[in-house]
């Protein structure tokens, strides 16, 4: 049972424009959710994250979205330059027993950013 | 700080035989978790420690996985008698003390196990 959906496991798109990937999630009581980078043979890198308080976080070239009520959420970089080739990961965290603060990650998407 | 750090990097091993990996998370960072990666997955959690002390196992860690923090500082994974299905990515992450709900795991590079 995947809690954390990634409906595109792939995303191309031309240089400059803005790329969009996407994030759907089943468990109302997750409380935080990240956003991950990762290349082929590396561990995964911190992008970006939301709190479940919010609808929007930004980070230069990055905007996170949050739509509570659809369980929804987006990733926005713009413009997009080949570097950002690579796996994005959505992650989501509820806080357990033992204060675990474990992360329920998505498949990926693969973006593929075209010069 | 150079942020988490794995030793080895790869791994490979015949069916049977006993690895171990170790994981250094960033100094100070008081939790650290161990995920794993398989092709086309997304990292799945096995265990968390909170200093030295493992308050949480998840049921993919059979009883020939054990982990250890022994002081609070660097942790190990061991996986004994290791089966084909084993072969993964495995991932250490650490995380700061003060970080309240708004925590962020930091991962390191990865340790790649192939399993023949």
């Known amino acids: 049972d995947q809690q954390v959906k990634q409906n595109s496991p792939s995303l191309s798109v031309q240089e400059g424009r803005i790329s969009i990937l996407n994030c759907d999630y089943t468990?109302?009581?997750?409380?935080?959710f990240l956003w991950y980078k990762k290349y082929p043979a590396e561990g995964p890198t911190f992008l970006i994250s939301i709190s479940s308080i919010k609808d929007k976080n930004e980070d230069g070239r990055f905007t996170v979205f949050l739509n509570k009520s659809a369980k929804h959420l987006s990733l926005h970089i713009v413009p997009s330059q080949p570097g950002d080739s690579a796996v994005y990961f959505c992650a989501a965290r509820g806080v357990n027993a033992g204060n675990n603060r474990k992360l329920i990650w998505g498949l990926g998407t693969s973006l593929a950013v075209n010069p | 700080d150079t942020g988490v750090s794995q030793d080895p990097r790869h791994k490979i091993t015949k069916r049977g035989q006993n690895v171990t990996f170790r994981c250094d998370p960033i100094s100070e960072h008081n939790r650290l978790y161990w995920y794993r990666q398989t092709l086309g997955q997304g990292p799945e959690f096995l265990t968390y420690?909170?200093?030295?002390?493992?308050?949480?196992k998840s049921r993919l860690l059979s009883d020939r996985f054990s982990a250890e923090r022994p002081k609070g500082s660097f942790s190990t994974l061991e996986i004994q008698r290791t089966e084909q299905g084993d072969s993964a990515m495995y991932l250490c992450?650490?995380?700061?003390?003060?970080?309240?709900?708004?925590?962020?795991?930091?991962f390191g590079p990865g340790t790649r196990l192939l399993v023949l």
């Open positions: 992450a650490s995380s700061p003390p003060s970080s309240g709900l708004q925590e962020t795991q930091y």
């Open positions: 468990n109302s009581m997750f409380d935080y």
């Open positions: 420690f909170q200093n030295e002390a493992q308050l949480e």
